[in-house]
């Protein structure tokens, strides 16, 4: 190991260790990834080096960036020669675990918006097989664009129909050399949406429909779920770990133990994609369907049901209101009492799952903070919570408390001015935090949270604009049975 007091960089580390250190490097080019950025780095990136290791996958990836803004982080991994350590640390089956491991499975790192005709040429490899992507849910969208021959395609599904329009010509239309697509964002039936948007383009743009057809018959668009809390960079940390491992990384990840990847596609896939052989968590599924609702109202319902209450508390993280008796149990009560029975799915199965869950929030390593998980919670919580009141209703003909009560939290937690060009609101001790929401929603709420300060607006008044909003919720709540009165009685108490 170097001198402990000046940390060396990777590379010079990766060179002094060379015979410790496993290289996935130099294996032929599979895929092109398309997203840089922390998730795919702890998720994707580091299943395919698990794979690589027990010699099962035997393939290196290009990983591009997918906007033009993203420079900074493919620089990075440029000068660091496509390596990055990734810290695995946190409680599974109630043990504590640690892992690092320098991942290197990069053997080409490209910016595309500098170097297109490198970015299109891999599209002529013979050894390509896949295509993963992770843009976040702004970046798997269609905007129309006129495309010119020679110059970068800026959107992500964009870029990938040149990509495989370049492939489909080079190839000659080929069967045989269609590629397997599998985008990572979290929208559902994200490779459905993505191939949609793939054909929108070839027809904007003219291209024929013998490639529509290639597209179509002979590229597979994978719909699939992913599930694992990624950290990134720990800034808090990051020295005293250099200093104890002898080099310094700046693209040092971390992530939880927990993984699992639900993927709708015949499970034959896996000979090609060999994530399960490996003994990775990954279920390729027949209908994805399941999986989806039970992450979506189990998992993400639960922070969004504690992030603005949680913020109005004056806590700021998952692992904070884990660690507190009262908040950790009325978390608990809501997930067994509300969420679980409103699933048509098996109690115990459910029950396994939350558990899990739970363990994953109180993963001592892990600062999630509500603020983070609290950006744009109105449309969070009409994916993730009003499913769960609607089916609790139609079960029980009566609505479920404690989400009532986190529904009257998010009023409340909207109760925000601007000041300058930010919202901001005031927890119940009054400091302030900061509110991110698109900018039409956020002035329609302030409005009313004015009229009501000029006592032009009753609460309740207040309340039934807030749940008539169709742009909110595409319908209006006022119709669900004692809805608004009860959320009226939590959150006169909170204001
Ligand atoms: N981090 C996690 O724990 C986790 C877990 C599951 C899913 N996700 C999903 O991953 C996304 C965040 O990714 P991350 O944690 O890697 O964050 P990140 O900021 O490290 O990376 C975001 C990536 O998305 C790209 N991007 C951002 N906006 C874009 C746009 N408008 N168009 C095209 N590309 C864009 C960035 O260039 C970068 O490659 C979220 O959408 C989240 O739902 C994250
Ligand atoms: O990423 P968001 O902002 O959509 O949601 C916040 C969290 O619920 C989410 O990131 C989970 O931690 C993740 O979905 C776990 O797989």
Redo the contacts with the bound molecule.
């Keep these: 190991m170097n001198n402990i007091h000046s940390p060396s960089n990777l590379l010079q580390y990766k060179r002094e260790n060379v015979i410790t250190e496993y290289s996935g490097q130099d294996y032929p080019v599979k895929v092109l990834q398309i ?9 994707f990136d580091w299943m395919i080096h698990e794979c690589n290791k027990q010699g099962n996958f035997q393939g290196s990836i290009v990983v591009t ?3 033009s ?2 420079k900074a ?1 493919i620089e990075k991994l440029a000068q660091q020669d496509g390596l990055y350590t990734l810290l695995i640390r946190g409680l599974q089956n109630g043990e504590k675990i640690e892992h690092k491991e320098i991942i290197s499975v990069f053997s080409r790192v490209l910016n595309p918006y500098e170097e297109w005709q490198a970015f299109l040429e891999i599209a002529c490899s013979p050894t390509l097989e896949f295509i993963v992507s ?6 798997l ?1 269609y905007q129309a664009y006129t495309w010119k021959e020679g110059e970068p395609i800026a ?2 599904p964009g870029k990938l129909t040149a990509f495989l329009y370049k492939r489909y010509t080079h190839f000659n239309g080929d069967q045989t050399k269609g590629l397997v697509i599998l985008p ?3 929208l559902d039936r994200n490779g459905d949406l993505l191939k949609q948007y793939v054909l929108q383009h070839s027809k904007d743009w003219r291209l024929p429909s013998d490639f529509m057809d290639w597209v179509e018959r002979d590229n597979l668009f994978l719909n699939s779920l ?7 960079y720990p800034k808090k940390e990051s020295e005293s770990l250099f200093v104890e491992w002898g080099y310094k990384d700046l693209l040092l990840n971390t ?1 939880e133990p927990y993984h699992f990847w639900a993927i709708e596609g015949d499970p034959e896939l896996d000979q090609k994609l060999p994530l399960k052989k490996s003994g990775l968590n990954i279920e390729w599924v027949q209908d994805l369907t399941p999986y989806q609702v039970r992450k979506v109202r189990i998992l993400n319902g639960s922070h969004t049901f504690i992030a603005p209450l949680g913020i109005l508390y004056g806590i700021d993280t998952v692992g904070e209101w884990m660690c507190q008796v009262e908040t950790h149990r009325f978390l608990r009560e809501t997930v067994e009492q509300e969420i679980i029975p409103s699933l048509e799915f098996d109690r115990k199965e459910m029950m396994n799952y939350a558990e899990n869950v739970f363990e994953r929030f109180m993963n001592p390593f892990v600062q999630h903070r509500l603020e983070d998980i609290s950006l744009n919670s109105i449309s969070k919580f009409k994916v993730r919570l009003l499913p769960t009141i609607e089916a609790f209703y139609e079960k029980n003909h009566g609505l479920p408390d404690n989400v009532v009560r986190a529904f009257a939290a998010l009023i409340r937690f909207y109760q925000i001015e601007k000041v300058k060009q930010n919202y901001v609101g005031k927890r119940f001790n009054g400091e302030p935090y900061f509110v991110q929401e698109h900018e039409q929603t956020l002035s329609f709420i302030c409005e009313q949270w004015s009229l009501y300060k000029k006592k032009e607006l009753s609460l309740q008044n207040l309340i039934e604009q807030f749940l008539g909003n169709q742009l909110f919720w595409g319908k209006d709540l006022n119709q669900i049975e004692g809805l608004s009165s009860s959320i009226y009685n939590h959150l006169k108490e909170m204001i």
């Design positions: 997203g840089e950025g922390n998730f795919l780095r702890g998720f960036q997918p906007r803004s993203g982080m992770n843009t976040t849910e702004a970046g969208s959107s992500f990572c964002e979290l992913v599930d694992r809390i990624v950290t990134g992530a």
